[in-house]
């Protein structure tokens, strides 16, 4: 059986790198508002939704892979529709086959049990790929997908001997429906039965179809003798015809049972990959309901160093507001360090909030909140925001920062983007500068992209003032009244309070 395939060209999430603080991530880039936006309401999207985010693609390859599927299913919503359906209702079906099975390991007729759930299970399971084949057949007649996974699993699907296989399921329903058994037999002592070859099987609904078509004298044995009759009176041979029976459908399920395997992992796949997809297009409907546009990036190898967007903004605020927020523009070919400093309530921590959204989202094959995007891909992505003192005051917060940025330290690897805003806010500005200076030069030194928001004015002007290759400078623009206009430009290191700006807005 052949997999889906409609995350990768030749594989699932299964085994793929995730990132490695996801909990940091989604709480720091408000994620879960996105989460809530692509789901509308259904637990299962807003689950597989979150699983495939948080599993970076690593080629841009793999990113155009999705765009075309993407724009498919954007040009035939009516297909994602039926593929989600097929997906929920055999998702449903599989969870209460593994049910079932769990069940009947307490019962007494355990191997009776399992074998009609499976015979059932792999009947519904080969009728759910074939209404799949034609589900896509319809559509490619109809709107002519051209993407690679769509047209891959169409053709896959059509490979496949679906349509003998289920014949094949029917038949072995001879054990719960009546039918013929055709054996080789060979009879050993006391009439007990050796060897057994099954020559065929054959369910009696399949016999009443097929009416006249056997011969004269299979109609007359049909005619004169009941499928429950024994020739010889004997219960011994009773015990062994059923016994035989019994061996002969669980015999036969377990040549099924690498089918049955690829088929759940197909239907495992599947679902998550249409709950992604359906995600995706729920969230570019809500956003052209609020007529705020998102855009397909233009992803660049891991390395590359080569980030570039125009009108940026941050989506998750743009959700809750719906409304777009102030947009920004910028290029970082081949930076490596960006510090941004500024007014308070000047948009920095927005920015970096945008930005890192933005990244994810590419990295997962979404289109992103910007006109323009074009970035390299990154393997690991960490995110240290300032956190509140811990509740239970096991320790305050300067430790606790430390503490995620060691752990974020130890799993990064080379080509790593780190985005942090405001670390080591909880301390002074001078042990502060002096605990961020020896991380960043580190983090510079080994050539690991960093984004820092900080309020260290006197560290970000030495930074300044070494004037490093490969850096770069922002600050959130502020008018000579004191007016934020929420714009992160180029700039050298700014403060981050105005005590002029306090005092008119409380005295006029």
Known sequence: MTDSYLLYPDSSTEGKQSYAFQGDIIKDMNLNILFRTMAREDVRIAEKARKVIMVPLTTPEEVYYRHAIIKDFENSPGLLEELYRHAAEQQKISEQYRSDMEKNRTRTARKSGEMIDTLHFLSGSIQRLLSIRETLEKHYQQEGFRSEGLLSLRRRLNEEPLDKLAQKIKDLHFYTEGGEVVYHLQFCGGMKIGRAVLCSCVSKKRKKREGKMGNSLQNLYWKHLKKDTIPLDSEALKQDIGLLTENTVMGCLELFAPFLRETMAFFEHFAEETAFYKGVLNLMQRMSEISIPLSMPEPKPAGSGQTAFRGLYELTMAIYMQNRPVTNDADFDGTVLTVITGANQGGKSTFLRSYGIAQILMQCGIPVPAAEFSAPLYPQIFTHFTRREDEKLNHGRLQEELGRMSAMIQAAVPDSLFLLNESF??????????????????????????????????????????????TKFLTAERREDGTRTFRIIPGEPNYTSYGTDLFEALIP
């Open 425 to 470: 806010a909880s301390t002074t500005e001078k042990e502060g500068s002096r605990i961020a200076d020896g991380i960043i030069r580190a983090f510079y030194e080994k050539g690991i992209t960093t984004m820092m928001v900080t309020h260290l004015f006197e560290f970000a002007r030495s930074l300044y003032r070494k004037n490093l290759m490969h």
